[in-house]
């Protein structure tokens, strides 16, 4: 019986909002998607993340996902945070960086609290790279950190020599190379209009989340110009060219940082329940919603359907990790999979219908089609955008969207790739919560 009552009020919640303040809800949605979709993100600098990333201290570890403390961290996003602290000269060994990590001399927090996103664990420390994207139409910037390709790297929790000798190459020579590039590049244009790249990337194969081949290739396209002009060493700007050239995941970084500035257009708007952070720490998994401000609502991190890497098998996996759902949120990556039919086999669904099939749900759940994002297969036809938790609920579909896997242990790395479906509870949570905030 009580179970019963329970249900029964929750749908009666769901009733009220969807009759009450149907009115209100659908102007305040109208508003915040438009927004979205109007966004114009640009990358416009490179810099360390100390420099760049407001409200960043010294002694600060930013992390995907809503935040959390080290005692509740899940392995990869230990092993990162330990690789950090080597990778700072905060430690020596990984012994001295997790008494260091434990002993309160660390402030950690969300990358979303910080206008930042992070592919899997997300870690970004002060003397990291990171991109500045500003979005030129309402003037907000985000941030990201640099890829640094498949396998053993810092976001899926290694922290071995090879990794941090990477992120230091990162910093002392890629960095200073595209700064440069990007300088002139600049000069002549503002910036490089990243959801240019975007749009034209969704029709050449690229959902934009865990395929971003055509996307590298147009950034190199862009970038070649003024990178054969830079006055670096000739074998510097090689390396970097060689870099990119060897990492389709290079612009993922951007891509996120370009839906980060999408969805913060969209962000605090009365009456509005278009969900604008999906973000997952490996523990827990959380929610923002443009008309309830900056609350989390979160529920346990759901475990990732996929294809491992040969030796390893689900018994090995982490729970699901990252803010690279950023992209869902912003009506691309797992939304736009009807677009990028090559990606099935990497994520490990059974054939390329699956693809169409998961675009064709999400259509049910979000508010609008995209005025520029549009999928070729489906005539055109603009991707979904805009999560409304209020059909979330109502239809019983909650967001798929597809991700890397981080082993569970600390130092192991990526053993493979699939696809998540996000937590009902957290819509629920959500729905109730504006249920309090606006009929009360």
Partial sequence: MFASNCFQKKETVVAHILDDLKKEVESANEIAVERM?????????????????????????LHAGPPVEWKDMSGPLRGAIIGACLYESWAKTKEE??????????EFDSCHNHQSVGPMAGVISPSMPVYEVTDTKYGAKSFSNLNEGLGKVLRYGAFDQETIQKLNWMKGTMMPVLSQALRD?????GGLDFKSLIAQAITMGDECHNRYNATT?????????YLVKCDFDKEEVAQTLRFIRDNNFTTLNLGMASAKAMTMAAHGIKYSTIVTTMA?????????????????????APSVSGVYFPGFGREDANPDIGDSAITETAGFGGFAMAAAPAIISWVGARSA????????????????????????????????????????????ITPNINT????????????????????MDLFKKALRAFASRYLN
């Fill in 353 to 396: 219908s699956v693809a169409t099939e998961m675009t064709q749900r999400m259509y049910q759940i979000t508010f609008a089609e995209h005025r520029y994002f549009s999928i070729p297969s489906l005539d055109f036809r603009g991707t979904p955008t805009g999560i409304d938790i209020r059909k979330v609920v109502k239809t019983g």
């Fill in 97 to 106: 960086a997790e008494r260091l990590a434990s002993s309160g001399e660390i």
């Fill in 217 to 225: 290739a147009l950034f190199v396209r862009e970038l070649a110009p």
């Fill in 37 to 61: 979709m109007q966004s114009a993100p640009f990358w416009t600098d490179i810099n360390l993340a100390k420099r760049l990333i407001p409200n960043m201290k010294d002694a600060m570890l």
């Fill in 404 to 423: 890397g896997i981080a082993h569970k242990q600390a130092g192991v790395g990526q053993i493979g790739a699939g696809l998540v479906v996000l937590p």
């Fill in 280 to 300: 997952r720490n490996g523990t827990e998994t959380g929610i923002r919603v443009s008309g309830l401000g900056d609350s989390w609502f979160t529920a346990r």
């Fill in 185 to 189: 590049l600049k000069k002549e244009r």
